[in-house]
């Protein structure tokens, strides 16, 4: 996508952004407290993403040499070596927080459904993990 397109698209989500943000000031109604919320929340999210991507564009416009050095550093076999042993590494310390959650979940006798989402997801990893590990098995 041209520069020129990009921009306008990030123009559009700040403005979509500003009038969620209104929205959700506005909406002070008791009944609409949680909408009022999640639209700031969301509103202020996309504010956020659209100035950085305005930026980002400013930033390759003036550094061009930078800007493909950096995509070169990305794209090395070496570094995405890297990013896939930090990624592993860290999924494998996120399924025992996740369990470590739910055991102490149960132990100061929370919600029911909060530990059993948290095991649930915790043997989700564990499916998705075999899943594709058979996949790439298969493939190599």
């Known amino acids: 996508m041209n520069p020129k397109k990009k921009k306008i698209f990030l ?8 009038i969620l943000d209104f929205i959700g000031i506005f909406a002070g109604a008791e009944h609409l407290k949680m909408i ?4 700031i929340g969301i509103g202020s999210a996309l504010f956020a993403l659209c100035i950085n991507g305005l930026y980002r564009l400013s930033y390759e416009k003036e550094f061009p040499e930078v800007v493909r050095l950096e995509k070169i550093e990305q794209q090395d076999e070496r570094n995405v070596q890297i990013r ?7 999924s494998d310390i996120t399924r025992w927080v996740i369990i ?3 055991w102490l979940n149960f132990l100061v006798s929370g919600p ?9 997801v915790f043997v989700l990893v564990y ?3 075999w899943c594709y590990m058979d996949k790439y098995q298969r493939e190599m």
């Open 11 to 18: 123009i559009l989500g700040i403005t979509a952004a500003l």
């Open 36 to 39: 009022s919320g999640i639209c």
């Open 84 to 90: 896939n042993r930090a990624k592993a590494r860290t």
């Open 100 to 102: 470590g959650i739910g």
């Open 112 to 120: 029911l459904w909060i530990t059993l989402a948290l095991i649930g």
């Open 127 to 129: 499916l998705l993990d």
